[in-house]
């Protein structure tokens, strides 16, 4: 069973970027197709961007589609999340989360404790 830890989170101004990091172990990483969620104060946690097992197939929420990108790193058992021009509407708790399926829409069976992002001058 993997385990999943997030990093990156933090405070950054309007239209700032920050790299959210994920850190997979206790399995093998590239078994597993990745994603990641946020959840904002008062609301349901909602789907971010997707990505399958080999890095050839993304999946994003049309809210960041644009300004987000999610990339793997197998020799480190990482996955990635970059995240440009943010708004304060990004503002959340974002989860990494992990699938031995390839779905639409992405349903993962593992989850890290998330990290906060918070976006405000």
């Known amino acids: 069973q993997v385990q999943l830890v997030e990093s990156g989170g933090g405070l950054v101004q309007p239209g700032g970027s920050l790299r959210l990091s994920c850190a997979a172990s206790?399995?093998?990483?590239?078994?597993?197709?990745m994603g990641w969620f946020r959840q904002a104060p008062g609301k349901e946690r909602e789907f971010v961007a997707a990505?399958?097992?080999?890095?050839?197939?993304?999946n994003y929420a049309d809210s960041g589609n644009v300004r987000f990108t999610i990339s793997r790193d197998d020799a480190k058992n990482a996955v990635y999340l970059q995240m440009n021009s943010l708004k304060p509407e990004d503002t959340a708790v974002y989860f990494c989360?992990?699938?031995?399926?390839?779905?639409?829409?992405?349903?993962?069976?593992?989850w890290g404790e998330g990290t906060q992002v918070t976006v405000s001058s």
């Open positions: 989360a992990a699938s031995t399926r390839w779905d639409y829409p992405f349903r993962p069976q593992y």
């Open positions: 206790g399995g093998t990483f590239s078994d597993y197709s």
């Open positions: 990505l399958n097992w080999y890095g050839t197939k993304t």
